[in-house]
T-cell receptor, first 114, second 114 residues
């Protein structure tokens, strides 16, 4: 069974700092890994998708990396802003029972202090 | 098309009542997913449709839950004889048919069972 873990569960940083969010998965045979942002009481907004053949993806101040052999992905946020405050979720897509399934981590709640 | 939409956004119901939620995916997406998210947790997979065919159901989906996608467009999720443990955010996502495609989420329906 694929398990996805995100540590820490919560993180508080001052505005302007660079930070890294971590995501670990137990089964290295993943198809892709997707990072999402979730604001309180809202749905999920996709940030970055990394296919299994890729090592990283970049969008603006965000950079996501994928290391299948170690079962890890990181989301790097440069020059953090108060508007970045949200819960960040990673989700691994893998094959189970003949179908591709997605398993989410429990998220890291980020607070950027002005 | 502005994305995945879900209705209602909030539903409060008394224990024992039936509720039905609706999801309208992005129009060209033929894959549709339902997830459930409780406070402080990541979304958990419930079920998955490709066009009108329900291809996978999680063991989380008890006999009181049923999902349909009759014409391969919108989908409904019905919960019969609701219980307090059903209180959660119900999220819908859609994606194109190609493998490893990115999932796009709706805003969710928050269910409170009193």
């Amino acid at each position: 069974k694929q398990e996805v873990t995100q540590i820490p569960a919560a993180l508080s940083v001052p505005e302007g700092e660079n930070l890294v969010l971590n995501c670990s998965f137990t089964d290295s045979a993943i198809y892709n890994l997707q990072w999402f942002r979730q604001d309180p009481g809202k749905g999920l907004t996709s940030l970055l998708l990394i296919q299994s053949s890729q090592r990283e993806q970049t969008s603006g101040r965000l950079n996501a990396s994928l290391d299948k052999s170690s079962g890890r992905s990181t989301l790097y946020i440069a020059a953090s802003q108060p508007g970045d405050s949200a819960t960040y979720l990673c989700a691994a897509r893998f094959l189970s029972g003949g179908y591709q399934k997605v398993t989410f981590g429990t998220g890291t709640k980020l607070q950027v202090i002005p | 098309d502005t994305g995945v939409s879900q209705n209602p956004r909030h539903k409060i119901t008394k224990r024992g009542q039936n509720v039905t939620f609706r999801c309208d995916p992005i129009s060209e997406h033929n894959r549709l997913y339902w997830y459930r998210q409780t406070l402080g947790q990541g979304p958990e997979f419930l079920t998955y449709f490709q066009n009108e065919a329900q291809l996978e159901k999680s063991r989380l989906l008890s006999d009181r839950f049923s999902a349909e996608r009759p014409k391969g467009s919108f989908s409904t999720l019905e919960i019969q004889r609701t219980e307090q443990g059903d209180s959660a955010m119900y999220l819908c996502a859609s994606s194109p048919r190609r493998d490893n495609a990115e999932q796009y989420f709706g805003p969710g329906t928050r269910l409170t069972v009193t």
